[in-house]
T-cell receptor, first 112, second 114 residues
Framework: GENVEQHPSTLSVQEGDSAVIKCTYSDSASNYFPWYKQELGKRPQLIIDIRSNVGEKKDQRIAVTLNKTAKHFSLHITETQPEDSAVYFCAAILTGGFKTIFGAGTRLFVKA | DGGITQSPKYLFRKEGQNVTLSCEQNLNHDAMYWYRQDPGQGLRLIYYSQIVNDFQKGDIAEGYSVSREKKESFPLTVTSAQKNPTAFYLC?????????????FGDGTRLSIL
């Protein structure tokens, strides 16, 4: 069935370093990949997304890459700051679909 | 200001009691969803609805029920059959099928057992 695997489950970095979170999806019909950030006790919020016709997208310190052949996509955060500390979820949506398959989440700690 | 409103923010359930969590959206979205999140865990899909008067079970529907009588509203009832209801419940919506757009989430309801 549809599945999204996310690694690592926990990531600790020093302020200013880069953080990378990786996801793999199972259904090749997936064509839209959003990333969410969830702070403690808050709602998940969309931070960046990428569609299957694009290999990379960047928004300030955040970038996402997509390798459709390998069914991998990754989130890159550069120059990390303490306020980047949160849980990050990757997700995949099938072509023409509405159901989102979420990864299990990565808890990012940025140490000052 | 468009968005998704969940109420109440905190809810306590007594043994054998059914409780209903409210979710209202004014985004004119066709699809709505309910997720359960346990501490330190990911999002598990309870129920979803693609259109008014239609809904489907998600991965953990047992002990829960929903209705979709209006486009704007998708209430979730946690029944007494759900023996471990303590969790953070998130409602979400999206434009719907055929339009690959992200889901938007409400602020959640935290349910606990008395």
């Amino acid at each position: 069935g549809e599945n999204v695997e996310q690694h690592p489950s926990t990531l600790s970095v020093q302020e200013g370093d880069s953080a990378v979170i990786k996801c793999t999806y199972s259904d090749s019909a997936s064509n839209y990949f959003p990333w969410y950030k969830q702070e403690l006790g808050k709602r998940p919020q969309l931070i960046i997304d990428i569609r299957s016709n694009v290999g990379e997208k960047k928004d300030q310190r955040i970038a996402v890459t997509l390798n459709k052949t390998a069914k991998h996509f990754s989130l890159h955060i550069t120059e990390t700051q303490p306020e980047d500390s949160a849980v990050y979820f990757c997700a995949a949506i099938l072509t023409g679909g509405f159901k989102t398959i979420f990864g299990a989440g990565t808890r990012l700690f940025v140490k000052a | 200001d468009g968005g998704i409103t969940q109420s109440p923010k905190y809810l306590f359930r007594k043994e054998g009691q059914n409780v209903t969590l409210s979710c209202e959206q004014n985004l004119n979205h066709d699809a709505m969803y309910w997720y359960r999140q346990d501490p330190g865990q990911g999002l598990r899909l309870i129920y979803y609805s693609q259109i008014v008067n239609d809904f489907q079970k998600g991965d953990i529907a047992e002990g829960y029920s929903v209705s979709r009588e209006k486009k704007e509203s998708f209430p979730l009832t946690v029944t007494s059959a759900q023996k471990n209801p303590t969790a953070f419940y998130l409602c979400a919506s999206s434009p719907g099928q055929g339009r690959n757009q992200p889901q938007h989430f409400g602020d959640g309801t935290r349910l606990s057992i008395l």
